[in-house]
């Protein structure tokens, strides 16, 4: 191989390396403004929520699940949704789980519906996954990452992520990085009490 060749196959491999090393962090080039655009800042009140006049409506989710099935989030309207970005070899992602099982069953007869997007993953290891963690709601299976792209300019384009969709179908809040029980719950009860 020619030295030039060489040195582009050599800063090619850097870079990938590079670029599997910031996946899962919840810090990468998205975030840093390197490439691609820079993350907007959310300004949530000490509920964690944006104000109702902030609020605007959340991309279409729609598509087929891990387990094959089919789910289009605007189907959910006048319920209160929580979007948790995942995937299976994530480390917080597995961290997170217990407390996104938590809240989900706590949440359930409040009128509040969660819904996973398992993105970059292989469908047999996402199956799996939510059996080993009892998830008692439907993942949309996003392998290429494309329902993620349409959140590029506030979700880390590597999970985890959570997004809460209020009751209207716009967008109230969003927790980037792995989310505890104490961080969610609360924000999910006060939009589960909003009006209509």
Known sequence: MPRPARLLAAALSAATATALL??????NAVTDGSSGPQLKQL???????LPIADRHPAPTLRGET???GRLDVAA???KVVVVNFWASWCPPCRA???YLVKVA???KASGVEFVGVNIKDDRTAAVRFDQVHDVPYPSLFDQPGVLLTRFRTLV?????????????????????GG???AQLSGPVQVLAKEKT
């Open 105 to 107: 069953t706590d949440m």
């Open 43 to 49: 300004q949530t009140g000490s509920t964690g929520l």
């Open 96 to 98: 997170e789980s217990p």
């Open 76 to 78: 959910l309207k006048g």
């Open 156 to 176: 880390p384009q590597v999970p985890p992520s959570t997004l809460l969709i209020d009751r209207q179908g716009r967008l109230a809040g969003l927790f980037r």
């Open 22 to 27: 910031a996946g899962c962090t919840g810090t």
């Open 179 to 181: 989310v505890t029980e």
């Open 66 to 68: 891990i387990d094959r």
